[in-house]
């Protein structure tokens, strides 16, 4: 008989040894892993009537991740992508546990077994040219509160940093000499630099001139001198689109998020004819393969695409007739 084994000591030795010392992860991943062990011990607190400190790996075979997920979609309403990446912190610990406690493979296979979720992938979201300009005029400048947020909002949408590059930036990752840009580290611990519009150099001059809130680091603080959250951004990013609708009505019919902006820097810079590669490094992506949904969402390009065809010739369109009763149930399908 396997010896119980204790979830807690796994969890732990998980974090501080593989995740950190190990691996040296970022906190964004430490964050998301945490928000998902978290979320899997109140289910099996309700479920198992167990805390967490008493869980056994035997808790938490194959039938009780898969219930979990089920869960997550059905009770809290999580899409199939968050799903899926709940089920990627899990599989991590469990190819750590691979390891540690060999004695349960046949439990641990059965859970890196549960296949991940396939779902649709829905068409990129962004702004149009007077849209971005209706969203950078609503922040009032009278006040350092809609200073801050107008040059936030122009670098976000000149430069499409993801938001956690955004709010990580300090004042010191701002060149405007020669050559203005930013310099971020983005995903996968990648230091770039991205280079600024005049417009966007012009704001960001001014806006260094502003008197330091108590000692502030960050470029783009909140009153009292942090950081700004995603939280923050997000609730700043909503007030001034809804400000925004009353000279912009097209506005109403989108959902605006930080991620919106960075799209919309994305498809600016396709349609000044800037190739899919270049997009690709200026937006901090793995592979070209990413930026090619920048494409798949320009329905100029279609059109362009579209009118250099030659038409079809009319003709008769012959209908599959199935000869065999097999063939014709598939023709149902």
């Known amino acids: 008989m396997k010896p119980a084994c204790n979830v807690a000591t796994l969890i732990e030795r998980f974090f501080t040894e593989r995740l950190m010392r190990q691996r040296n992860v970022s906190g964004n991943t430490i964050a998301s892993y945490r928000d998902t062990f978290r979320l899997l011990f ?5 479920r198992l009537r167990k805390s967490p400190s008493a869980l056994t790996l035997a808790d938490l075979d194959a039938t009780f991740i898969g219930a979990f997920l089920t869960d997550l979609e059905v009770k809290r309403g999580a899409s199939a992508k968050t ?19 060999p004695a349960h493979s046949a439990l641990i296979q059965r859970v890196l077994a549960i296949p991940s979720k396939r779902h649709d992938k829905r068409q990129v979201h962004f702004l149009t040219r007077s849209e971005i300009e209706a969203v950078l005029a609503a922040p009032d400048r009278t006040t350092w509160l809609g200073r801050r947020d107008h040059t936030l909002l122009l670098v976000a949408v000149q430069t499409g940093l993801r938001l956690s590059e955004l709010t990580g930036l300090d004042r010191d990752a701002v060149h405007l000499g020669s050559g203005a840009h930013v310099r971020c580290v983005g995903k996968g611990r990648k230091e770039r630099t991205t280079p600024l519009t005049t417009l966007a150099r012009c ?26 959250s995603a939280d ?51 937006l901090g992506h793995e592979s070209v393969e990413t930026t090619q949904t920048y494409l798949h969402a320009h329905l100029a ?25 097999l063939l014709a149930f598939l023709e149902t399908l």
């Open 83 to 101: 799903r899926n990446l709940r089920l990627t912190a899990i599989r991590s610990f469990f190819r750590f546990v691979s390891f540690e406690e």
């Open 301 to 325: 390009l279609k059109e362009a695409a579209l009118a250099k065809l030659k038409p079809y010739e009319r003709g008769k369109r012959t209908r599959f007739q199935p000869n065999d009763r």
């Open 203 to 228: 704001a960001l001059q001014a806006w260094l001139k502003e008197p330091l809130r108590k000692g502030a680091t960050a470029l783009f603080p909140n009153v009292h001198g942090g950081r700004l």
């Open 232 to 282: 923050s951004v997000q609730s700043l990013l909503g007030k001034h689109v809804r400000v925004a609708h009353k000279s912009c009505p097209s506005l109403r019919a989108k959902s605006v998020s930080p991620h919106v902006l960075r799209h919309s820097a994305a498809m600016e810079l396709l349609q000044a004819g800037v190739d899919c590669s270049v997009i690709a490094l200026w």
């Open 42 to 46: 109140m289910f099996a607190q309700v």
